[in-house]
């Protein structure tokens, strides 16, 4: 594949400037079955950081390039990667940039939350194929539009529920399928974990190198606070999603999965901050959420940030409840129990992203079919935004999957997509 030297890449970036910066029409970047694909990894802090350092060992593919809006970021993303891969990427601090780059096949997105489906969106409109992180969007719009992206540019969007493309998991799936566990009425996942307060700080000045107006992206503006910027934000409803989209949404995802539904009828939240009262966090620390599928099935939520403990052998796990017998699972391993509650097997496992991340570059270089593409993980993605919802009005809400709204009820219905800001907009057309 044609790789853009550095000097080439920073003399455009140069005369374009990032306030003239528009996207180009569709080039339509697919590596051939033989090529390695050029990766822009977007966002190399933690996750970020991961991905980055998984993609690399990968022979399928090549990280040309890091993108970041801090530069301080780049030196130590560039290190890992090019230890790794034998080649630098280069560094990018406005993603409208590589974007224009023609040579980059894919981006991976592992931006906070509130960026994703910008990114996402962009991505598909300047014809880049697109890994994105979970969850896939801030609001219940932002991830129909993510969906409508992909479909308007033909473009491969893997969603990073990785476990998803993991061999128990897709054994376990099996499994459920061959009716041994009976007519499965029920499913519990739960996020059972220890996290930590978030306590207020002052608004300070912005860090030398972090370009905190891309940062904020479609998010209202804000002075800087760095307790907002590097943790914080996760818990706060302009950037993140609580931890039922942060991590919970991996459990509803395998749930929902193996209960063979879509969209709910009805879904109804009882939540608190029981733990961490009196920090900045605004997302619940505690959340029970009972979703009510067609079909006669049931999907309960639970989440407690406060436990340093697992719950059934798992920190992050799903069960499964049919009338013959019941099934648990999580990262680790899973676990099988019958009529009279004989233990039929009782399986430990590895785990590891490495399938989900070779299952996107197939797609990529061959058209495979993707294991989480967009469309699934927004069905995934709606279930936590709608818990949310649910724990923010204080009240049960019905969702018409035909029409994708909430039913007599304006004040949650706003919620639903916010206006964005500048030239950070999520398109109503894209």
């Given amino acids: 594949m044609h790789r853009l030297s550095r000097r080439s890449f920073l003399n455009t970036s140069l005369a374009t400037g990032a306030a003239g910066l528009t996207l180009m029409s569709p080039q339509r970047a697919k590596a051939a079955p033989g090529e390695r694909v050029n990766l822009c990894v977007v966002g190399v802090r933690g996750r970020g950081m991961g991905l980055a350092r998984n993609f690399a060992a990968l022979p399928q593919a090549q990280i040309t390039h890091v993108c970041d809006v801090n530069e301080a970021r780049f030196g130590p993303a560039i290190k890992a990667i090019s230890e790794i891969q034998g080649t630098s990427p280069q560094p990018v601090q406005d993603l409208r940039h590589v974007l224009e780059t023609k040579s980059v096949d894919a981006i991976v997105v592992a931006t906070p939350d509130h960026w994703h489906a910008l990114a996402t969106i962009w991505g598909c409109q300047a014809g880049k194929h697109v890994y994105v992180e979970k969850p896939i969007s801030n609001n219940v719009f932002e991830g129909r ?124 939240c009882t939540g608190d901050k029981l733990q961490f009262v009196g920090d900045i966090q605004q997302t619940p620390d505690t959340q029970y959420v009972t979703f009510t599928f067609p079909g006669n099935k049931i999907l309960l939520y639970e989440q407690r940030l406060w436990s340093p403990y697992t719950q059934e052998g798992f920190e992050n796990g799903v069960a499964f409840y049919g009338n013959a017998g019941y099934m648990l699972i999580g990262r680790r391993g899973w676990k099988v129990v019958e009529k009279g509650n004989r233990v039929v097997f009782d399986k430990k496992v590895d785990f590891s992203d490495r399938p989900h991340l070779e299952n996107f570059l197939d797609a990529v270089r061959t058209g495979t079919d993707l294991n989480c593409e967009i469309e699934e993980g927004y069905r995934s993605t709606l279930l936590a935004h709608l818990g949310n919802l649910s724990y923010r009005v204080g009240r049960p809400l019905e969702f018409d999957a035909a029409s994708q709204t909430l039913l007599n009820d304006s004040e949650a219905s706003k919620l639903l997509r916010r206006d964005g800001r500048k030239e950070f907009v999520i398109p109503e057309t894209v």
């Fill in 145 to 268: 539009q993510m969906v409508q992206a992909a479909r308007a540019y033909d473009r491969a969007v893997q969603v990073g529920t990785q476990s998803r493309s993991v061999p128990h998991y897709r054994e376990a799936i099996e499994y459920l399928r061959s009716g041994k566990l009976g007519r499965v009425h029920a499913a519990k996942a739960w996020n059972s974990q220890l996290r930590r307060r978030v306590p207020a700080v002052p608004d300070s000045p912005v860090p030398s190198g972090l370009d905190w107006n891309i940062w904020q992206g479609p998010a209202a503006e804000r002075p800087y606070n760095d307790n907002v910027y590097t943790y914080g934000w996760r818990w706060l409803w302009d950037y993140g999603t609580g931890d039922m989209g942060n991590d919970g949404v991996h459990d509803l995802d395998i749930a929902r999965w193996g209960l063979g539904v879509d969209f709910p009828e009805a879904v109804q």
